[in-house]
């Protein structure tokens, strides 16, 4: 199993990134971003108790986020591995997890995380708002609130999996396929 959680900021490319390396490595997507929209547009309970957290920028309570990954890991077999995505974004959720993994025998391998100035990830997301019509990347006020929430709550994520020695930060900024070759690049050196 390669398990890897990609890391950054919103709009660091982690998306665009993921799809690439899960062609490459025939892992699986876990994109909790991705689950909520996707329960939002069913309209379940859970779609319903994330939307206001979401909508505003703010963390969905992190019992809420934990139970969704687990019944996704449950429910996934015969996988490669997988690529977090927007997951862990608290201490608290990477506690979970690898208490979840740690059962399953298959830890994380490594956290590689993209770093990308804050004026570029503004300029990316609002320009990613008007093509994909997310409520939240289309007011500057709501993308500020989400890098706040980002350096108050996310960041020691990074911390988290460097005291495991499993943090590489890769330069975010460039063309997506050179981008790629650096993520690519670490992942041959450490799995
Ligand atoms: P993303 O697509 O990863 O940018 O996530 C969009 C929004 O979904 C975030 O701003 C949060 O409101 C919520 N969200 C996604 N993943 C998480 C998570 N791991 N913990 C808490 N909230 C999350």
């Known amino acids: 199993m390669l398990n890897i959680v ?11 990134q993921s799809e690439k390396l899960i062609a490459r490595y025939n892992l699986t997507h876990l994109s909790t971003g991705d689950l909520f929209r996707k329960h939002i547009s069913e309209g379940t309970p859970l779609g319903r108790k994330a939307q206001q957290y979401m909508d505003e920028g703010n963390l969905v309570p992190d019992e809420v ?3 969704m990954v687990e ?7 015969g996988t490669a591995g997988f690529i977090f995505d927007g997951f862990p974004r608290t201490v608290a959720q990477a506690r979970a997890l690898d208490k979840i993994l ?10 590689l995380a993209l770093s990308v100035d804050e004026a570029e990830l503004l300029d ?12 939240d990347d289309q007011d500057p006020e709501k993308i ?10 996310t960041t020691p994520v990074a911390e988290y999996y460097q005291a495991q020695g499993k943090l590489i930060t890769i330069e975010g900024v460039g063309g ?3 981008i790629f070759a650096r ?3 670490a992942i041959e050196a450490n799995k």
């Open 71 to 77: 019944d996704k890991l449950k429910n996934t077999s």
């Open 144 to 153: 500020k609130n989400r890098f706040a929430v980002y350096a108050r709550e």
């Open 176 to 178: 997506i396929d050179s």
């Open 65 to 67: 986020v934990i139970g």
């Open 124 to 135: 990316r997301l609002l320009k990613r708002g008007k093509v994909s019509g997310r409520p």
């Open 102 to 111: 740690e059962a399953n025998g298959t830890p994380i391998n490594l956290m």
């Open 6 to 16: 990609l890391f950054g900021p919103p709009g660091a490319g982690k998306g665009t």
């Open 183 to 185: 993520l690519t690049e």
